[in-house]
């Protein structure tokens, strides 16, 4: 299912420039990637009950491969790490945190304000802002994709 066009709350809004890199890593202690059945077509590691869940109008995180739940904490906190966050919310967390994985996949992972997150890959439907993230993203990893993870 496509997503609504030009939302600016889903938009990186840090500049890594000038950026204190203290702010990202107190928000990286804070914030926990817990999933979501409802984005699992693979359930691993999860614990989720029941396994998966998938909604056909989610976009599944795991449609091209399964990710167990370290990879997507890692990918999660690189993302933060290097600032691929929307705005931060009145409770102190970014709506959005977005990241790219070693074969240029996309995700976004997304939190309701509790600073717990489940995620998603951004597929074709998403084209746009896949592009987007990944421009983002390999500006703020210029060389070698293995040395921005």
């Known amino acids: 299912m496509s997503r609504s066009g030009n939302r600016p709350n889903r938009r990186v809004i840090i500049s890594?420039?000038?950026?204190?890199?203290?702010?990202l890593?107190?928000?990286?202690?804070r914030v926990r990637y817990v999933g979501s059945a409802h984005h699992k077509l693979h359930p691993g590691d999860y614990g989720f009950d029941p396994p998966s869940n998938p909604r056909p109008s989610k976009s599944a995180c795991d449609?091209?491969?399964?990710?167990?739940?370290?990879?997507?904490?890692?990918?999660?906190r690189s993302g933060i790490e290097r600032g691929m966050v929307s705005a931060f919310g009145k409770d102190g967390f970014p709506k959005y945190v977005w990241a790219v994985d070693e074969d240029g996949e996309v995700y976004e992972a997304?939190?309701?304000?509790?600073?717990?997150?489940?995620?998603?890959?951004?597929?074709?439907?998403?084209?746009?802002?896949?592009?987007?993230i990944l421009k983002e993203w390999n500006h703020r990893c210029p060389t070698r994709r293995e040395t921005c993870r």
Do not use: C, Q, W
Not at 68 to 76: G, M, Q, S, V, W
């Open 16 to 23: 890594m420039e000038g950026f204190e890199s203290s702010i």
């Open 25 to 29: 890593a107190d928000v990286a202690k």
């Open 63 to 76: 449609d091209l491969k399964p990710i167990p739940t370290r990879e997507a904490e890692r990918l999660f």
């Open 110 to 132: 997304k939190t309701d304000g509790s600073g717990f997150y489940h995620g998603y890959r951004l597929g074709t439907n998403d084209r746009m802002h896949r592009d987007y």
